[in-house]
Structures are given as C-alpha cells and as structure tokens.
T-cell receptor
Framework: GQQVMQIPQYQHVQEGEDFTTYCNSS?????IQWYKQRPGGHPVFLIQ???SGEVKKQKRLTFQFGEAKKNSSLHITATQTTDVGTYFC????????????WGLGTSLAVNP | GAGVSQTPSNKVTEKGKYVELRCDPI?????LYWYRQSLGQGPEFLIY????????DSGLPNDRFFAVRPEGSVSTLKIQRTERGDSAVYLC?????????????FGAGSRLTVL
C-alpha cells in the first residue's frame, strides 16, 4: 500500500537553530497536509499544499510541495521552545480516496 | 459545538470488558473520522463516516471494533472483549466535505488503558 516516509524521526536543536522535516512518497500526491502535535496534545492542522512547487509561509514556518508532488518539507527558522512537538505530514494520493496517509512524524526538541 | 468533543477523556478497563467512546463533531461537519494513536506513533486510521454511513471502515483491526453514527452527528466507537493491545489514545476528527480537501479538526482524544 501507499506509504509516506517522514524523516528524521527525531531532531534535537538549540534554540535559534533552524529545523527541517521531510516527507516523501513513491506515488504522486493529490495534496499534503501538515499537523503539529504538542506533547500530551492532539494533532492540530497547520497548512495544506495542493499545487506542484507550492510554497507557503506562516511566520517562521515555510512549507514546500515538490514539483513532482511526491515530496514536501517543513522548515522552521530560528526555532523557539514553543516549537517543541511532533510534526506530521498527511497526504492523499492522486486517486479518489478520502483516506489520509500519515507519516510517522518528526519529534522536535528545542534546548533553551 | 466550537470544537470536537470526546468523552471520556480517560478510560481504564479490564481485559475482556466492553467500552464505548463518544465523539461529538463540529456542528455542520459531515465527515467524521476515528483514529488510534499509540505512544510515539502517528495516527492510525480506523474508520470514516460521511453522514450516517461508514464510507471506509478498512482500518478497523478486527470484528471486536465497531462504530456508529446513527443521526449523522455524534459517533460512538465500540470495542468488545477488550485486549491489552487495544490500549491507546483514540482520536476523533471531523471535517467539512469540500472538493476532497479534508482538513481535519481533532478532538483531545480518549485515552484507553486495558489492564
């Protein structure tokens, strides 16, 4: 079945450093969503990317969708302790399937 | 309501018992999803409702799991003869159905512990 690979699994950074997590699929995606889950919390929607090569920004967060619509990245500039949590990508394949395929997430720890 | 509401927030039960977990989605959201999340893992899809009907139940692990949404709003996930391996956080999410762009709003989850 379709899988979405997310790397790295864990990332430990010093406050102020940048952070990037990547999502890769072997098949073409219809769209990709990013969610953030704080420790002890539930996933919260961040952004959705639909178009090939799309780039969206939310303050210090930059989201990209690859030209081939098979990969995506989330980049955080100058991390803060409030960025701590697990970042998940969730994607739909190009077929008419409403089921999102979730990556395993990247857990981000930020040292103050 | 303003958000997705799940009850109970915590449930401790003994192996072999029956449990029900309830989800009250955002008013007007026609799509409702159940996921299960174990520690350190991503959400695992269980079942999806469009209105009252289960549009996709392919994620239910076995026939001990069943979910209903009789009036197209509140949903109940039912687990019979619970096993220790059923221990997890059960997440409910709802979304507006719009061109297949299902942005999910999650509830806080129901943490199930089977002793």
């Amino acid at each position: 079945g379709q899988q979405v690979m997310q790397i790295p699994q864990y990332q430990h950074v010093q406050e102020g450093e940048d952070f990037t997590t990547y999502c890769n699929s072997s098949t073409t995606l219809s769209n990709i969503q990013w969610y953030k889950q704080r420790p002890g919390g539930h996933p919260v929607f961040l952004i959705q990317l639909v178009k090939s090569g799309e780039v969206k920004k939310q303050k210090r967060l930059t989201f990209q969708f690859g030209e081939a619509k098979k990969n995506s990245s989330l980049h955080i500039t100058a991390t803060q302790t409030t960025d701590v949590g697990t970042y998940f990508c969730a994607a739909k394949n190009a077929g008419n399937n409403r089921k999102l395929i979730w990556g395993l997430g990247t857990s981000l720890a930020v040292n103050p | 309501g303003a958000g997705v509401s799940q009850t109970p927030s915590n449930k401790v039960t003994e192996k072999g018992k029956y449990v029900e977990l309830r989800c009250d989605p955002i008013s007007g959201h026609t799509a409702l999803y159940w996921y299960r999340q174990s520690l350190g893992q991503g959400p695992e899809f269980l079942i999806y409702f469009q209105g009252t009907g289960a549009a996709d139940d392919s994620g239910l692990p076995n026939d001990r799991f069943f979910a209903v949404r009789p009036e197209g709003s509140v949903s109940t996930l039912k687990i019979q003869r619970t096993e220790r391996g059923d221990s997890a956080v059960y997440l409910c999410a709802s979304s507006l159905e719009w061109s297949g762009a299902n942005v999910l709003t999650f509830g806080a989850g129901s943490r199930l512990t089977v002793l």
